[in-house]
């Protein structure tokens, strides 16, 4: 039975990835601490493959760095839905979202390429999808992707 944020998702056309296991580091892709589910951080995948790789300002606009966001969050909902026994309802709200961003030193828009990541959560879960937010933009990531983002949700 799909729930409400199923049906949004359908109505987005979003179809949520199963988790990729963590390639190098010795982490879980996320841990639930009393009603608190915190996301690992989660690169941006495109039919399962690590996708965008490059930095946003040099390989990649601001559009599209915006985009790589949102897939990195689609991938993040894809966690949560692992982690919630594929009930995405359960999450009440989105807590916080923290987005690491590899830039071009000239490259100054860090906080509007997450925006991408935080449009989607809005999108999807309305008021309870609005959130604190950290953007960084750093020199290196891991495999060289563009973004990765993370999430803490309360959950029921």
């Not at 690590?50 to 689609?74: D, H, N």
């Not at 916080?96 to 860090?110: A, E, Q, S």
């Not at 983002?149 to 029921?156: F, L």
């Amino acid at each position: 039975m799909a729930g409400r944020i199923d049906a949004r998702l359908k109505e987005l056309g979003i179809e949520l990835p199963e988790p990729a296991a963590p390639k190098v580091a010795k982490i879980l892709n996320y841990k639930q601490s009393g009603n608190l589910l915190f996301i690992s951080g989660q690169v941006p995948r495109v039919n399962g493959e690590i996708s965008f790789i490059g930095k946003v300002g040099r390989e990649y606009t601001l559009e599209e760095g915006q985009e790589a966001a949102r897939v990195s969050a689609i991938c993040v909902l894809g966690a949560a839905r692992a982690a919630l026994g594929g009930d995405l309802d359960r999450i009440e709200e989105i807590v916080r979202v923290k987005g690491y961003i590899n830039v071009d030193p000239d490259f100054t828009d860090v906080s509007a390429a997450l925006n991408g990541a935080s449009e989607l959560f809005i999108d999807l879960f309305g008021e309870p999808g609005r959130h604190s937010r950290t953007a960084i933009g750093v020199a290196s990531m891991p495999f060289g992707v563009a973004i990765e983002v993370e999430a803490v949700m309360q959950v029921r």
